[in-house]
């Protein structure tokens, strides 16, 4: 049983440029989510999704886009990276008793 | 929106005591909150989940308390080791039962020999 994959686990960009950091998760949750954590700082939800179809903003979603169409899916879209977004991302899912389980996470440097 | 504190960024203490974490919920008593533990380069991983209407949790070595009054959670590691130092998470929910958790900065513990 893999859990929550993230894919890559590193990844350098240049600004204004874009690309999508993946996530899967092969437990059937319907809730996914995208966090970020910065030195200092907790972790901030970007965005999320109650199921298949369904996305939501959380408290940082500027510059960032997600979308659901499957149940084990959930990419979180980069459209013109800054050095701003420089973080390590976590996906995670969860079902029932709001317990997450996360993803190895994703760590993003932009020049 | 909920603001968390934890009692301490770093706490050190020496193998076979008793590692006590504080968090305290500013705004609101949560319905329920959970404690996770983080280690260098990898995700959260989740310990436990207390409720408001309960008092204490334990999960052999690990014991949490809620005091809603207060609002405030104990999180107690008893005969520590080494293989315990990592960051700890607090994370509550935000209010409503999509899932959604506000997370503070956690604590490090650092369990010396």
């Known amino acids: 049983n893999a859990g929550v994959t993230q894919t890559p686990k590193f990844q350098v960009l240049k600004t204004g440029q874009s690309m999508t950091l993946q996530c899967a998760q092969d437990?059937?949750?319907?809730?996914m989510s995208w966090y970020r954590q910065d030195p200092g700082m907790g972790l901030r939800l970007i965005h999320y999704?109650?199921?298949?179809?369904?996305?939501d903003q959380g408290e940082v979603p500027n510059g960032y886009n997600v979308s659901r169409s499957t149940t084990e899916d959930f990419p979180l879209r980069l459209l013109s990276a800054a050095p701003s977004q420089t973080s390590v991302y976590f996906c995670?899912?969860?079902?029932?008793?709001?317990?997450?389980?996360f993803g190895a996470g994703s760590r993003l440097t932009v020049l | 929106s909920q603001k968390i504190e934890q009692n301490s960024e770093a706490l050190n203490i020496q193998e076979g005591k008793t590692a006590t974490l504080t968090c305290n919920y500013t705004?609101?008593?949560?319905?329920?909150l959970q404690w996770y533990r983080q280690d260098p380069g990898r995700g959260p991983v989740f310990l436990l989940l207390?409720?408001?209407?309960?008092k204490e949790k334990r999960k052999e070595r690990l014991k949490v308390t809620f005091d809603t009054t207060l609002k405030q959670s104990l999180f107690h590691i008893t005969a520590s080791q080494p293989a315990d130092s990592a960051t700890y998470l607090c994370?509550?929910?935000?209010?409503?039962?999509?899932?959604?958790?506000?997370f503070g900065r956690g604590t490090q513990l650092t369990v010396w020999p």
């Open positions: 999704s109650v199921g298949a179809g369904i996305t």
């Open positions: 994370p509550c929910d935000r209010g409503s039962t999509l899932g959604r958790l506000y």
């Open positions: 995670a899912s969860s079902q029932g008793a709001n317990v997450l389980t």
């Open positions: 437990m059937n949750h319907e809730y």
């Open positions: 705004n609101y008593s949560p319905a329920y």
């Open positions: 207390i409720r408001e209407n309960e």
